[in-house]
DNA sequence: CTGCGTGCAAATGGTTTGCACTACG
DNA sequence: CGTAGTGCAAACCATTTGCACGCAG
């Protein structure tokens, strides 16, 4: 997604467009993979020496609000963003404590199925997430 | 498991036996549910008024280092503590942030055979856990 | 113009750390 | 007795908050 699209993006959605907002949101799409707060205020900071730290949490916040990222926490206890909204599940490498989206419509179905059929007592599932840990190759 | 259980058991696991472990571990077992270190400290200052909250958090790491208990982390990053050890999925509930463990051999099995199956390409799975989001009723 | 968004700096809160003291084995 | 464990208080660090100013609509 290219400025003008972001710009786009946040109209549609009713946000006030500001630089703060563009470049952050920016920030996320081209740092692919979860960065955490720390991650996407360095990568701003080269064209936006003066941005806050406070800001960006707030804009976080709203991004997430109206649904244009999602959070992520990890576990170490850091929050990370994701602009990849679709129902995936994340792969945790051990070592390297990257992240990547794993997305499986197919596994997706097998567990949905299996649920249908067997019910947890006392418990109406709004919705299952896997968290597969391992190691990249 | 009751008092000199506990102590058995440190001591089988070479831990040193202190009043403040049995009490955290005692606690643990109690407080069934995964508490978080603050619901152990409450618990435990009825009976250990002057127990200090650092020694909790060092105890706590060292039962998780020792394999006596799980850490599990939460939507909001704090920790909980579970003395509960098998393989175990979790049940969160939106409304009341209530964690419950899940166990379900069938729908392990049911997911290792896929992944038997189907490899996720540059990716060694060790692990894999069912966050289940949803109410309880 | 009006109020939402921003920058700054101070506050928060859960967790960790350093160090002198204590007590388990 | 020696060393691992403890208590205390200060440090940490990511995130949040309050407030005065600035800019989008």
Redesign the pocket.
């Given at each position: 997604m290219n400025h003008k699209e972001i710009i786009a993006y946040?109209?549609q959605k009713n946000?006030?467009?500001?630089?703060?907002?563009v470049a952050i949101y920016e920030a996320i799409c081209k740092l692919n993979n979860h960065p955490?707060?720390?991650n996407i205020i360095s990568f701003i900071q080269v064209n936006?020496p003066?941005?806050?730290?406070?800001?960006?949490?707030?804009?976080?916040?709203?991004l997430v609000e109206n649904n244009l990222i999602q959070k992520v926490k990890t576990e170490n206890?850091?929050?990370?963003y994701d602009s990849h909204l679709s129902k995936h599940h994340h792969l945790y490498c051990i070592e390297t404590e990257k992240i990547e989206d794993y997305e499986d419509s197919e596994l997706d179905k097998l567990i949905n199925n299996y649920f249908k059929k067997k019910k947890i007592k006392n418990f109406q599932i709004k919705d299952i997430k896997l968290q597969i840990t391992g190691n990249f190759k």
């Open positions: 946040l109209k946000l006030r467009v500001t630089p703060q907002r955490t707060a720390e936006h003066n941005i806050s730290i406070g800001t960006v949490y707030k804009v976080l916040d709203s206890g850091s929050m990370r």
